[in-house]
C-alpha cells in the first residue's frame, strides 16, 4: 500500500479539511499544509497527494524539481490551469482513486514561457476566443457562452506582425516572418481541447512544444473555422489552411508592436517571448485521460508555408481583416495572364466552337439530352467570357475589345454551322430540346448566374477544374445558339429571337455574376469597378424585364395546370391538362367519361372549365371513356 500524504491549501478550514479527509478512501497515512511541508523529508517510495491553486502548485513544482517524491493531484477550486494541463479528475474520490492505483509516474513534458513555468497555454493575441469553449454548468448556459464567442468574430480585426524562431525537423535553424491573428502554445497537445481536435500526433514527453499560428486572410474563413470549433468540432479533422502548426524543441516569438499575451490565463506584455520546455522536471501524474492517450511521432510542422509572407503580409497588416479573401498582386498577375492569353482567337478555339456547336444541333434534332451535355463539354466559351468579366470590372478596353471579338467570331462561327445543319436535316418538329430554349424565364437568369459564379471562382482558384465550371457556362451558352440557327435555317423568326434572347440574357447574366465574384475576391477595388458594375447590372435589368413576364405566364400557366389536372366535374375527371397559348387562353385537356358524351355536353364541359377558373378558353377536348371490368 501506497504511503500518501494529503498536502493542503494552508487557507483551508479545519471544518473543510476534515470534510475532505473524511472522503479519502481509503484514508492518507499523514495530512500537512503547503506552508509546513519540506521535501526532502519524503523518498522516492513517497507520494504527495496535493489539493492546491495554481500559484502555490507551481511553488510546489520549484520546491520539489530537486526531490525524488512522487507527486498526485486532486481538484481544488483555484486549481483551474492545472486541471486543464494536467488532465485532473474533477471529482475528488475518482482523482484519489487514480492515485491509489497508479503503478509509477511517466516521464512528461512542462513548458516554460520567459523561464515561467506553465501549467496549460500560452495564448498571444487578444482575439483568441474562438479557441475554447468556456465550462458551463448545463447545456443551455454552454450553448449561450459559444454564440456570445461567435459573435465576436464579426467585429473588426486587425492581423500583427510576428517573427517566430525555431528548429525544424531536420534541426535547423528557421525563421518565419508573418501576419497572425494570434498564437497559441502547449507543452503536450492533449492537454489542450483545440490542439486534440485538430492535431494527431504528440507525446507527453517527445522533447517539444507545440504552437498553433492563426493567420486567417479573410472574416469569412474565420467565422468558419469558428462555427466549426465551437459547434460542430471534429476530433482529428484537417487543420485549415490558414492555420500552421510548428513542434520544435524551443522557439522565440518577437514583434515590431507589444505583444499582448496570457500565460495560463494571467495577462502582460512583452516584446520577445521564448517558449522551450523545463529541463529538470517534478516526478508528477497526470490524469489517466493523458495517460491512456496514444503517443504518435507527429508532424514537425503543417502549413507554415501557407502563411502570409512578402507582399501578402504586408497588404494584410496594412488594413483590417477583410470579409472575404483579396487576391495577393501575384495571384492577379498569374490570373490577368491568363485571361489575356484566352481573350484571343484561336484556331483551336474556333474548330471546338463549330464542333460543339454541330454536335448540339445533332441532339437537339434527335431530341437527346446526353448528346447536348456532350457538346456542353467540348465548348469553349468560358475562356473568353471570363476575360470579358474581368475586362468590364476593371474596365480593361483591350481586354474588353479582344473578349468580345473572340466571342462575335465563335456566335458566328456556330450559327452558320447550326444553319447548314439545319438546311440538310429533313426534319422541321418543335421537340422538347428545342421548346426548352425559345421561351426563357427568370430561372434561365438563374442559371447564367450560378454558372458565372462558378466559372470566376474556379479561374481564381488553381486547384479547382475549369473543365468542370466550363460546362456550366456552356450549359447557358451552346443550346440557345444551336437552336438560334436552327431558326434561321426554317425561317421561323419566333424560335430565333426566344433563343437570342435566352443566349443574350445568360450571357449578360455569367458576365455581371463573374465581375462580382472576381469583386468579392479581391481582383479589383470598387471604385475601379463600379462603372463597369453598373453598365452589366444595367443591360441585364434591360434583359430582365421580358423574362419576368415570361416568367409570370409560366406562373400563371401552372396554376392553371395545377387547378384543373385531376378535377373532377359533373361530366368527369380532367386529365392531362396544357397551355396551348395564354392570350387567348387555350387549353387541351383529356376527360375522363363514364358514358358516351355529345356535343351539347362538350359545350358544358367548356362551360364548366371556364367557371372553375374565371375565364373564356378555347378548348381541344380528348374523350376517354371509362369502361368497368365485367365478371364471367
Known amino acids: 500500500m501506497k504511503k500518501i500524504t494529503f498536502v493542503y491549501d494552508p487557507e483551508t478550514e479545519q471544518e473543510k479539511l476534515d470534510e475532505l479527509v473524511e472522503r479519502l478512501d481509503p484514508k492518507p497515512e499523514n495530512h500537512v499544509s503547503f506552508a509546513e511541508l519540506d521535501p526532502t523529508e519524503y523518498s522516492s517510495d513517497d507520494w504527495l497527494a496535493c489539493s492546491l491553486p495554481d500559484f502555490l502548485l507551481k511553488e510546489l513544482v520549484e520546491l520539489v524539481k530537486d526531490s525524488e517524491v512522487n507527486i498526485g493531484l486532486l481538484p481544488h477550486p483555484k486549481m483551474e490551469q492545472g486541471k486543464k494541463g494536467f488532465g485532473i479528475n474533477a471529482t475528488l474520490e475518482k482523482a484519489w482513486q487514480e492515485i491509489q492505483e497508479a503503478e509509477g509516474i511517466p516521464n512528461v513534458d512542462l513548458m516554460q514561457v520567459n523561464k515561467e513555468l506553465t501549467f496549460n497555454s500560452l495564448v498571444i493575441g487578444s482575439s483568441l476566443s474562438i479557441l475554447y469553449t468556456n465550462s458551463a454548468s448545463n447545456f443551455f448556459e454552454g450553448l449561450k457562452i459559444r454564440f456570445m464567442q461567435l459573435l465576436k468574430l464579426f467585429r473588426k480585426v486587425k492581423l500583427k506582425p510576428y517573427t517566430i524562431s525555431y528548429k525544424n525537423g531536420s534541426n535547423d535553424e528557421k525563421t518565419i516572418k508573418t501576419a497572425a491573428m494570434g498564437i497559441l502554445a502547449v507543452a503536450h ?197 471570363i476575360s470579358l468579366a474581368m475586362g468590364a470590372l476593371r474596365q480593361d478596353t483591350l481586354l474588353i475589345k479582344n473578349s468580345m471579338v473572340t466571342i462575335f467570331w465563335g456566335i458566328v462561327l456556330g450559327l452558320i454551322f447550326s444553319i447548314l445543319i439545319t438546311w440538310i436535316t429533313p426534319l422541321e418538329d418543335l421537340n422538347n430540346q428545342i421548346t426548352a430554349r425559345i421561351r426563357p424565364n427568370l430561372l434561365d437568369l438563374g442559371i447564367a448566374i450560378a454558372s458565372g459564379i462558378a466559372g470566376a471562382y474556379a479561374y481564381s482558384k488553381e486547384e479547382i477544374s475549369k473543365t468542370l465550371a466550363g460546362v456550366a457556362i456552356s450549359v447557358a451558352l451552346v443550346p440557345p445558339l444551336a437552336v438560334a440557327g436552327i431558326g434561321i435555317g426554317w425561317l421561323d423568326w419566333n424560335v430565333f ?89 387555350k387549353l387541351s385537356v383529356t376527360i375522363l367519361s363514364e358514358k358516351a358524351l355529345d356535343e351539347q355536353d362538350f359545350l358544358e364541359i367548356q362551360q364548366e372549365i371556364e367557371e372553375e377558373i374565371g375565364q373564356s378558353i378555347a378548348l381541344e377536348l380528348t374523350l376517354g371513356v371509362k369502361i368497368d371490368s365485367v365478371e364471367k
Open 189 to 385: 497537445c492533449e492537454s489542450n481541447l483545440i490542439f486534440r481536435r485538430v492535431i494527431q500526433g504528440s507525446g507527453l514527453d517527445d522533447g517539444r512544444v507545440h504552437l498553433l499560428i492563426l493567420a486567417p486572410k479573410s472574416l469569412f474563413s474565420l467565422i468558419q473555422f469558428g462555427l466549426q470549433n465551437l459547434f460542430f468540432p471534429i476530433k482529428g479533422g484537417a487543420l485549415p489552411q490558414f492555420v500552421g502548426y510548428i513542434s520544435t524543441s524551443e522557439a522565440i516569438v518577437s514583434s515590431s508592436e507589444t505583444i499582448d499575451f496570457a500565460l495560463d490565463g494571467e495577462e502582460g506584455k512583452k516584446k520577445e517571448l521564448t517558449i522551450s520546455l523545463v529541463e529538470k522536471k517534478a516526478k508528477l501524474l497526470l490524469g489517466t485521460s493523458l495517460i491512456k492517450a496514444e503517443e504518435i511521432n507527429g508532424p514537425a510542422e503543417i502549413n507554415t508555408n501557407l502563411l502570409p509572407t512578402g507582399r501578402l503580409k504586408e497588404e494584410l497588416l496594412h488594413s483590417y481583416l477583410p470579409w472575404v479573401r483579396h487576391a495577393t498582386t501575384d495571384e492577379f498577375k498569374d490570373l490577368f495572364s491568363l485571361l489575356r492569353k484566352n481573350a484571343q482567337t484561336g484556331s483551336s478555339y474556333l474548330v471546338l466552337m463549330a464542333l460543339s456547336t454541330m454536335i448540339a444541333t445533332f441532339g437537339l434534332f434527335g431530341d437527346s439530352a446526353p448528346v447536348v451535355i456532350g457538346a456542353m463539354i467540348l465548348a469553349p466559351l468560358m475562356g473568353p467570357i
Open 497 to 585: 429571337w426566344g433563343a437570342m434572347l435566352l443566349l443574350g440574357t445568360n450571357l449578360a447574366g455569367i458576365v455581371m455574376a463573374a465581375s462580382l465574384t472576381f469583386l468579392m475576391l479581391g481582383f479589383s477595388p470598387f471604385r475601379l469597378a463600379k462603372r463597369g458594375l453598373l453598365i452589366s447590372l444595367g443591360i441585364l435589368i434591360a434583359i430582365a424585364l421580358p423574362l419576368g413576364l415570361t416568367f409570370n405566364k409560366m406562373v400563371e400557366e401552372n396554376e392553371i395546370i395545377q387547378g384543373l389536372s385531376g378535377k373532377e366535374i359533373p361530366h368527369g375527371l380532367l386529365r392531362q391538362v396544357k397551355v396551348v397559348q395564354m392570350q387567348p387562353l
